[in-house]
């Protein structure tokens, strides 16, 4: 069974870059289609974006100008970098295997606080 | 963007009772539907995709319906565990939406 692990800061300043990364277990980073997800504190969650095992990737529209997802096959992981945050970007983030548009395996999730 | 409506807020119910979870879409997006459930402190777990098949794992007692637009999770009887926050999620369009969640608590 697949078993993923966010890992990066939990603190960013406002204006920087926001880096995350996801350790994948139990199966191939190459193999399977990923997403990153994210729920603010006391709220829902909203899809950040995908990548797939050809590397092609699909965002929010909302946060698309801002969002880049990779992968490195060498590690076993993939990432997740948010440019230009602000405290609206304060949220738990969460990585996920992606099954048919739906997420079938999820990480723990780790808390990002934007503050200077 | 699909806008994903879930009802009520909040739903009160006791051990053992019926739950009845609603979802509806903003536009049709036939069976691409899942349902997850979260508690406190923990990421999602899904429970239901395609609208009605069950996750690996999931007792019998959840079951969901519907297509289109108007979908809905149910819970048989309740058991203690599943006392949580449940989110559904349209996987039709791009991009991917979420309901707002529906707590379900004693």
């Known amino acids: 069974q697949v078993q993923l692990q966010e890992s990066g800061p939990r603190l960013v300043k406002p204006s920087e870059t926001l880096s995350l990364t996801c350790s994948v277990s139990?199966?191939?980073?190459?193999?399977?289609?990923w997403s990153w997800i994210r729920q603010p504190p006391g709220q829902g969650l909203e899809w950040i974006g995908e990548?797939?095992?050809?590397?092609?990737?699909n965002y929010n529209p909302s946060l698309k100008s801002r969002v880049t997802i990779s992968v490195d096959r060498s590690k076993n992981q993939f990432s997740l970098s948010l440019s230009s945050v602000t405290a609206a970007d304060t949220a738990v983030y969460f990585c996920?295997?992606?099954?048919?548009?739906?997420?079938?395996?999820w990480g723990q999730g780790t808390m990002v606080t934007v503050s200077s | 963007e699909v806008v994903m409506t879930q009802s009520p807020a909040t739903l009160s119910v006791s051990p053992g009772e019926r739950a009845t979870l609603s979802c509806r879409a903003s536009?049709?997006?036939?069976?691409?539907l899942a349902w997850y459930q979260q508690k406190l402190g923990q990421a999602p777990r899904l429970l239901i995709y395609?609208?009605?098949s069950r996750a690996t794992d999931i007792p019998a007692r959840f079951s969901g319906s519907g297509s289109g637009t108007e979908f809905t999770l149910t819970i048989s009887s309740l058991q203690s565990e599943d006392f949580a926050v449940y989110y559904c999620?349209?996987?039709?369009?791009?991009?991917?939406?979420f309901g707002q969640g529906t707590k379900l608590e004693i």
């Open positions: 996920a295997r992606l099954w048919s548009g739906y997420f079938d395996s």
């Open positions: 139990g199966g191939y980073a190459s193999s399977y289609y």
């Open positions: 990548i797939y095992n050809s590397g092609s990737t």
């Open positions: 536009h049709s997006i036939s069976s691409n």
């Open positions: 395609g609208a009605s």
């Open positions: 999620q349209q996987y039709n369009n791009w991009p991917y939406t």
